[in-house]
């Protein structure tokens, strides 16, 4: 079993930058799949940025061109770099973990979660 823990979050105005970690309590597969969601008050969970086991990254076009996924396998952390901030993405961002064999799912870790604030 695994435990993740997001950290880096707090209150940055507008413009501003954060740098989010997730980091897992133990080694993590060399075919793990590591996502950032985050989600609103009042609005759905969303997929904001992603990186495979071959260190492909996805990113949302609501943040494409600010934000950053990057990951250091020796301290098994992933890191969600976010620049040029704006309220709206003001959210509470989830850690995810996934293990996909022979494109099959086999394990589904999620951290409990780091709050971002935008605001002036």
């Known amino acids: 079993q695994v435990q993740l823990v997001e950290s880096g979050g707090g209150l940055v105005q507008p413009g501003g930058s954060l740098r989010l970690s997730c980091a897992a309590s133990?080694?993590?597969?060399?075919?793990?799949?590591v996502g950032w969601y985050r989600q609103a008050s009042g609005k759905q969970r969303e997929l904001v940025a992603q990186?495979?086991?071959?260190?492909?990254?996805y990113y949302a076009d609501s943040v494409k061109g600010r934000f950053t996924i990057s990951r250091d396998r020796a301290k098994n952390t992933v890191y969600l770099q976010m620049n040029s901030l704006k309220p709206e993405d003001t959210a509470v961002y989830y850690c995810?973990?996934?293990?996909?064999?022979?494109?099959?799912?086999?394990?589904?870790?999620w951290g409990l979660g780091t709050r971002v604030t935008v605001s002036s």
């Open positions: 995810r973990q996934r293990t996909i064999l022979y494109g099959i799912p086999q394990n589904d870790y």
């Open positions: 990186i495979t086991p071959d260190e492909t990254s």
């Open positions: 133990t080694s993590t597969p060399s075919f793990n799949h």
